[in-house]
């Protein structure tokens, strides 16, 4: 049972445009969701996260929008930049489990 | 620098063989993670400790047994009894002292079976 779903398993963009990373969920008790970036060989680099009680959270090029009606959390990447191209995980965690349940993850290419 | 290290960054076992695989951490921080990734898979959580000497099972903890003897180690012992262990393991730590903080990695070691 896939809690976390990546359900776009590569995005290939162009440098300077917009990339937008998609994560659905089905449990409706998370409450702290996360994005990380990963290059191969090395661990995931934590980038952004944000809790249920918001909607929306930036940090410089990087933003998470959290749609709770539809289970659903988006990372928008803006402009994208070839350092950027790696896999992104999205994550979620129910509050006090200390348990965090990851996505499959997102293969971003991004093209000159 | 403040990190997360695991050793060794490849490691290979044999058939019947028990393996461990260290992870250091000197970020002060509480508690500390072991997941697995397969390709294609996201990561799966196998063992957590949130304070020494306590430490409990994830989803996959079979073939796996840690230990927590001390705040800045946490080693991951695979087993025999692991059917499948090829496969990349991370370790992973948090600092508890604040609601909603983030894991942060160490760089992984990649098991193979000869």
């Known amino acids: 049972d896939q809690q976390v779903k990546q359900n776009s398993p590569s995005l290939s963009v162009q440098e300077g445009r917009i990339s937008i990373l998609n994560c659905d969920y089905t449990?409706?008790?998370?409450?702290?969701f996360l994005w990380y970036k990963k290059y191969p060989a090395e661990g995931p680099t934590f980038l952004i996260s944000i809790s249920s009680i918001k909607d929306k959270n930036e940090d410089g090029r990087f933003t998470v929008f959290l749609n709770k009606s539809a289970k659903h959390l988006s990372l928008h990447i803006v402009p994208s930049q070839p350092g950027d191209s790696a896999v992104y995980f999205c994550a979620a965690s129910q509050y006090n489990t200390d348990k965090l349940i990851f996505g499959t993850g997102t293969r971003l290419q991004v093209f000159p | 620098d403040g990190g997360i290290t695991q050793s060794p960054k490849y490691l290979f076992r044999k058939e019947g063989q028990n393996v461990t695989l260290s992870c250091e951490q000197n970020l002060n921080h509480d508690a500390m993670y072991w997941y697995r990734q397969d390709p294609g898979q996201g990561l799966r959580l196998i063992y957590y400790?949130?304070?020494?000497?306590?430490?409990q099972k994830g989803d996959i903890a079979e073939g796996y047994s840690v230990s927590r003897e001390k705040k800045e180690s946490f080693p991951l012992t695979v087993t025999s009894a692991q059917k499948n262990p090829t496969a990349f393991y991370l370790c992973?730590?948090?600092?508890?002292?604040?609601?909603?903080?983030?894991?942060?990695f160490g760089d992984g070691t990649r098991l193979s079976i000869l």
């Open positions: 449990n409706s008790m998370f409450d702290y």
């Open positions: 992973a730590s948090r600092g508890q002292r604040a609601v909603n903080q983030p894991q942060h």
């Open positions: 400790s949130q304070i020494v000497n306590d430490f």
